[in-house]
């Protein structure tokens, strides 16, 4: 953008924010900004139905705003899918800070961040994701009472990423039990790219189970600790997605399966932890589905570190924690067949479970 006085004719043409794809019906967005700081951050709120909106804050170097208000829109969007087709009692929502979270990332940053959320009285409540840690929620907690994910020592339920890879691992196995006859991974060349906190732990269960796990990342050093500690294969070729594999499991950044992606894959399941993983969720559900490539949704199998937090605002202990994530397996099998059954694409059965949950809360409400 530039600093020019753009014309009241061209702001038409460019819908900045009702316009976009990924807005979606979102019911309010908050741009955040503090000079002092460094601060610009954008909270979105998609859908309060069934609960406050949670959801993590990622901060990241976006290229420009619009980058970033699409990725924030996307995402809150997701979180509302993912907390009601998993059966929690929340809403959707999310925040970016534009920025990089290495060296712009300071606790004064993340103390008036925190303030813009506490100004939202508990109708968005934040989390960590990529870019965050638990301290930084500690942080924030420091201001607010409307963020999960911090510390235990704190009183918090911890890193979620351990229970997202748990849930993430589950929902693979469905998806091979679907696609295979059965969830054994023995054997099976599993892809897993982005082995950061999710992704290494996933990576752990995959080689527990005796699966051939090859691993991608753009750190060298991820590389090299996750492979002296597994025994996964490092990926040394240019276009991961060409490769022979039986499973693809994005753990990276979103929206990997795009239209120079999807009519290379040769894997027979994609499942993985990233979020928003279609490009297009329309037009890519629907190639994957004719393609004969099973989609294990995102949302539906990464819900694991949100039920991890939902933990802390409902006090439930580890164990039902972990019963919960494993559910993600029958969940993901029941919307597999389903989607099969009406032949549907699998994204498009998860988000008519979550959308049929929140249309007849609204009824509810409306009694
Ligand atoms: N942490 C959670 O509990 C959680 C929950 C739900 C969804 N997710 C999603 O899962 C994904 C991973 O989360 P995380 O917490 O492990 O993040 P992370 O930042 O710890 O790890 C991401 C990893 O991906 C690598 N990476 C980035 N670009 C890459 C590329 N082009 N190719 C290969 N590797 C690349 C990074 O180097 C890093 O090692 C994110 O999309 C996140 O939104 C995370």
Same mark, same amino acid.
């Not at 196995?173 to 099976?188: C, T």
């Given at each position: 953008?530039?600093?020019? /006085? /753009?014309?009241?004719?061209?702001?038409?043409?460019?819908?900045?924010?009702?316009?976009?794809?990924?807005?979606?019906?979102?019911?309010?967005?908050?741009?955040?900004?503090?000079?002092?700081?460094?601060?610009?951050?954008?909270?979105?709120?998609?859908?309060?139905?069934?609960? +406050?909106?949670?959801?993590?804050?990622?901060?990241? =170097?976006?290229?420009?705003?619009?980058?970033?208000?699409?990725?924030?829109?996307?995402?809150?969007?997701?979180?509302?899918?993912?907390?009601?087709?998993?059966?929690?009692?929340?809403?959707?929502?999310?925040?970016?800070?534009?920025?990089?979270?290495?060296?712009?990332?300071? +606790?004064?940053?993340?103390?008036?961040?925190?303030?813009?959320?506490?100004?939202?009285?508990?109708?968005?409540?934040?989390?960590?994701?990529?870019?965050?840690?638990?301290?930084?929620?500690?942080?924030?907690?420091?201001?607010?009472?409307?963020?999960?994910?911090?510390?235990?020592?704190?009183?918090?339920?911890?890193? +979620?990423?351990?229970?997202?890879?748990?849930?993430?691992?589950?929902?693979?196995?469905?998806?091979?039990?679907?696609?295979?006859?059965?969830?054994?991974?023995?054997?099976?060349?599993?892809?897993?790219?982005?082995?950061? =906190?999710?992704?290494?732990?996933?990576?752990?269960?995959?080689?527990?189970?005796?699966? =051939?796990?090859?691993?991608?990342?753009?750190?060298?050093?991820?590389?090299?600790?996750?492979?002296?500690?597994?025994?996964?294969?490092?990926?040394?070729?240019?276009?991961?997605?060409?490769?022979?594999?039986?499973?693809?499991? +994005?753990?990276?950044?979103?929206?990997? /399966?795009?239209?120079?992606?999807?009519?290379?894959?040769?894997?027979?399941?994609?499942?993985?932890?990233?979020?928003?993983?279609? &490009?297009?969720?329309?037009?890519?559900?629907?190639?994957?589905?004719?393609?004969?490539?099973?989609?294990?949704?995102?949302?539906?199998?990464?819900?694991?570190?949100?039920?991890?937090?939902?933990?802390?605002?409902?006090?439930?202990?580890?164990?039902?924690?972990?019963?919960?994530?494993?559910?993600?397996? =029958?969940?993901?099998?029941?919307?597999?067949?389903? &989607?099969?059954?009406?032949?549907?694409?699998?994204?498009?059965?998860?988000?008519?479970? &979550?959308?049929?949950?929140?249309?007849?809360?609204?009824?509810?409400?409306?009694?």
């Amino acid at each position: 953008m530039t600093s020019e /006085i /753009i014309s009241s004719k061209e702001l038409k043409k460019m819908d900045p924010v009702f316009g976009q794809y990924s807005f979606d019906d979102h019911e309010q967005i908050v741009f955040c900004n503090d000079k002092d700081t460094g601060l610009k951050a954008i909270i979105g709120i998609h859908n309060t139905v069934l609960g +406050p909106a949670l959801g993590g804050t990622r901060m990241w =170097n976006y290229a420009n705003e619009w980058e970033a208000l699409n990725d924030v829109l996307r995402l809150s969007r997701g979180m509302t899918f993912k907390s009601a087709v998993t059966g929690l009692n929340l809403g959707g929502g999310k925040a970016v800070i534009i920025g990089d979270a290495k060296t712009q990332k300071t +606790p004064e940053l993340m103390k008036r961040f925190g303030e813009f959320v506490h100004s939202l009285s508990g109708k968005y409540i934040t989390a960590e994701d990529v870019g965050m840690t638990t301290e930084d929620m500690d942080t924030v907690r420091e201001v607010t009472p409307y963020v999960t994910g911090i510390s235990e020592s704190k009183g918090g339920a911890g890193n +979620p990423s351990p229970i997202t890879a748990y849930g993430v691992f589950m929902g693979m196995k469905a998806a091979a039990k679907f696609q295979f006859g059965s969830d054994v991974l023995e054997d099976k060349n599993v892809f897993v790219q982005g082995i950061g =906190n999710v992704g290494e732990a996933l990576v752990e269960h995959l080689v527990n189970e005796g699966a =051939n796990v090859t691993i991608s990342d753009i750190s060298q050093d991820r590389l090299e600790e996750v492979r002296s500690k597994y025994g996964a294969t490092v990926y040394g070729g240019d276009d991961i997605y060409s490769e022979d594999m039986d499973i693809y499991a +994005p753990c990276a950044l979103g929206a990997t /399966i795009n239209d120079d992606t999807i009519y290379k894959l040769k894997a027979k399941i994609v499942a993985g932890a990233a979020n928003n993983q279609l &490009a297009d969720e329309k037009s890519h559900g629907l190639i994957l589905q004719e393609r004969g490539i099973v989609y294990a949704p995102d949302f539906l199998i990464n819900a694991g570190g949100i039920i991890n937090v939902y933990a802390e605002l409902e006090n439930y202990d580890r164990q039902e924690i972990m019963r919960k994530t494993e559910n993600i397996y =029958n969940t993901t099998l029941e919307i597999l067949d389903n &989607a099969k059954v009406n032949n549907l694409t699998t994204h498009n059965a998860a988000l008519n479970v &979550a959308r049929e949950r929140i249309e007849t809360r609204k009824r509810e409400n409306l009694k």
